[in-house]
């Protein structure tokens, strides 16, 4: 088998008047996260993370910030054009490992459907994608809660197939 691995790192400041999306899930917050897009860094990170895996550049060369195409655009676009990616290059998800850094709010009760979304959007098993948080402890622009980032490592593989002789 062809293995590669593929990692990204995301990052958003907080800004009012825009809502807190994380994984496709719209959480209860005070404030939003500022981007182009609906700026859900977790779908960021996978799908950069999986661009990278297969050597394509990053997010930015496939859906530049300049575009108005992309102005406000759910997330869960660019994973699902990933997972087309993917296709197109006869790669399979192995598994993805994603950690969220945020000092608020608390993403652990919003982690199950997180990773639902994740499994249903790629087309994997909920076992094959793990998602885990951790806090700033007041350090830095996480832990002064100005933002969040997000990372994610995807390991993906092409089977080989094997033609038999007759």
Known sequence: MNYRIGHSHDVHRFGKERPLILGGVKIPYEFGLIGHSDADCIYHAISEAIIGALGLGDLGTH??????KYKDMDSAYFVAEARKLLANYRYKIANLDITVYLEKPLLKPYVPA???????LLG???????VKATRGEGM??????????AECVVLIYKEEIIKKLL
Do not use: A, T
Not at 114 to 120: A, D, L, P, Q, T
């Open 124 to 130: 994997i098993d909920l076992e094959q994608v793990n």
């Open 140 to 149: 830095g622009f996480i832990g002064r809660g100005e933002g969040v980032g």
């Open 114 to 120: 997180i990773k639902e979304n994740i499994s249903r």
């Open 63 to 68: 859906f530049p910030d300049n575009d108005s």
